[in-house]
């Protein structure tokens, strides 16, 4: 197929694009400084700014769209929660009003999300069925979302990826949260009991994959593994790994000071099932999470 990828040089686009050319797919990428990044054989890479992207992706049989600010990247004043939201909504519109354009529709969309769409929710199980939550990332991923349902319209295949906590070796949120345990001072994030939903990087890649090729998959998606765990039951298990204890818990004052709103991404947690993916019967690589963070942290 050819794909029109944007996002495809971060943490998830960049190995999911090598997965993609090795399969053979024709890949245009669309990205804010094109020239850092290698690319894979036979990819062609096109910066936002000029409209060459939008000529070069015609015919494209998909879209696969990971772009937007980076949530954990800074602290969130009020300009970087306004770059968060408008990165988001408006390369969505962009590709969106693209696809519109040209002579032919892709057949799918995949757009991803996030888990944050639910907002806090305590201990209560989580499916695609539930409704959007409350707060700053659940107003953005809702209206994220919404930008996408647009190129149904264009008889388009929609699927929106509500992707948990990735985990992966290299890079994201676990080497923030390794470096402590490696000065056996590591321990859980605030109480402890709140969820965390999580997946590895290889079981993102590997979903993303099966939205393109399933015709019956449309809508929502979670992207999270089939077992949440508790903040808890989570760090005792990086430490079991590490071979390192768990027992310096990090007070919620202390994350507040140091991320300031960013803080309630780990201080809250959402208890999320990925029930579409389950129903239809997608082979997770990494079901469990000693597996992944085995596979994350283990020398090969």
């Known amino acids: 197929m050819k794909l029109?990828?944007?996002?495809?040089?971060g943490f998830i686009g960049s190995p999911l694009c090598q997965t993609l050319a090795?399969?053979?797919?024709?890949?245009?990428?669309?990205?804010?400084?094109?020239?850092r990044h290698a690319l894979p054989a036979g990819a062609v890479a096109l910066p936002w700014e000029t409209s060459e992207w939008q000529r070069a992706a015609q015919g494209a049989d998909a879209v696969i769209n990971l772009a937007g600010e980076p949530i954990a990247a800074k602290r969130w004043s009020p300009q970087q929660k306004a770059a968060i939201?408008?990165?988001?909504?408006?390369?969505?519109?962009?590709l969106v009003d693209a696809m519109g354009s040209w002579p032919k529709a892709p057949s799918v969309f995949v757009n991803a999300s996030a888990i944050g769409y639910y907002g806090p929710r305590g201990d209560e199980q989580l499916t695609e069925a539930d409704e959007a939550g409350r707060g700053f990332l659940a107003d953005v991923c809702r209206a994220w979302e919404a930008e996408a349902l647009r190129a149904e319209s264009l008889g388009t295949r929609v699927v929106r990826l509500r992707i948990g906590l990735v985990l992966g070796p290299g890079g994201g949120v676990l080497v923030k949260m390794v470096a402590p345990f490696q000065w056996f001072v590591g321990g859980p994030v605030g109480t402890g009991r709140q969820?965390?939903?999580?997946?590895?990087?290889?079981?993102?890649?590997?979903?993303?994959?099966?939205?393109l090729t399933t015709p019956l998959i449309r809508g929502a998606v979670n992207v999270t593994a089939p077992e949440p765990v508790t903040m808890g039951a989570f760090?005792?298990?990086?430490?079991?790994?590490?071979r390192r204890p768990s027992w310096a818990p990090v007070p919620p004052f202390v994350l507040r000071?140091?991320?300031g709103e960013m803080?309630?991404?780990?201080?809250?947690?959402?208890?999320?099932?990925?029930h579409v993916a389950l129903q239809r019967n997608y082979p997770f690589v990494h079901a469990a999470l000693p597996s992944a963070l085995s596979a994350c942290l283990t020398p090969h």
């Open 4 to 9: 029109l990828v944007t996002g495809g040089t």
């Open 22 to 35: 090795q399969r053979g797919h024709n890949l245009v990428l669309v990205s804010r400084d094109p020239a």
């Open 85 to 94: 939201r408008d990165s988001r909504l408006g390369a969505t519109r962009r």
């Open 195 to 211: 969820w965390v939903s999580w997946i590895h990087r290889d079981d993102v890649i590997g979903l993303v994959e099966w939205a």
């Open 235 to 242: 760090c005792r298990c990086l430490g079991d790994t590490l």
């Open 257 to 259: 000071s140091l991320l």
């Open 263 to 274: 803080a309630d991404l780990l201080l809250t947690g959402q208890r999320v099932i990925p």
